[in-house]
């Protein structure tokens, strides 16, 4: 009887061993906030400036920290249709409200032109404080926000939403974040809610890709030369 449940024992362990194993392993995250404040400084005498004026961060950059957009769109599910939206890429470092902890995020995207009307891009940059739904609803005020279903995954959460922007002027998008304590990595594309899951799919398939781009270009990023 003993050796019966020895062997139940390891037959268990070995199952649980093996879905271990098969597990994605998560993200650390020491090196990507180490890039992230590289870029931080990169843009803080700009961000000094437009906050002694009164007014949000906005500034451009030469090249995405998070690298050639249509390298993330080979992610994308065929049904997401966003072939071409690297097209007239904009890199930008961007701060929403004027509180001055609130975190940069550094944004890349394109397409809204003649190759391609959907507008699709990626973002990186410090998590907020607290809840990151309350962030979204702060720096997307202008707008209504429907959140899906977030979950866990690689030791942090994705969170996928919608965004109307109605009567603001603002296209509407839908998106999807990777949130840590520490970063946050994004997805978001013009589309409507119907679609909002094949986007989630491709922040999950490019996560790995984003973080590497950006430990391997947040150093040679420079600010465009208005």
């Known amino acids: 009887m003993v050796a019966v449940v020895a062997i139940a ?55 995405c920290p998070l690298g050639d957009l249509d390298d993330v769109w080979n992610f994308a599910s065929d049904d997401l249709e966003i072939a071409g939206s690297g097209s007239r890429p904009v890199a930008q470092a961007l701060r929403f409200l004027d509180d001055e902890d609130e975190p940069t995020s550094f944004q ?19 998590a907020s404080d607290g809840s990151h739904r309350r962030y979204l ?15 866990d995954h690689r030791g942090g959460t994705v969170l ?22 520490d970063v946050q990595f994004g997805v978001f594309v013009s589309v409507g809610e119907n679609d909002l899951g094949l986007v989630e799919d491709l922040l999950v398939a490019s996560l790995d890709h984003l973080a590497e781009q950006l430990l391997a270009n947040a150093g040679e990023v420079e600010l465009l030369d208005e």
């Not at 939403?161 to 603002?170: N, Q």
């Open 137 to 151: 609803r702060r720096t997307l005020s202008f707008a209504d926000v429907e959140f899906g279903e977030e979950f």
């Open 108 to 126: 890349c995207f394109g397409g809204g032109d003649e190759q391609s009307a959907r507008i699709a891009g990626v973002l990186v940059g410090r």
């Open 160 to 181: 996928p939403y919608c965004v109307d922007g109605g009567d603001s002027g603002a296209f509407s998008f839908c998106a999807a974040d990777w949130v840590t304590d």
């Open 9 to 63: 024992l390891a037959a268990i362990v070995a199952v649980v061993a093996l879905g271990s194993d098969d597990a994605p392993a998560p993200i650390a995250t020491d090196e990507i906030v180490q890039a992230i404040e590289a870029l931080e400084a990169l843009v803080a005498d700009e961000r000094a400036a437009d906050e002694a004026e009164g007014n949000s961060l906005s500034a451009g950059l030469e090249t």
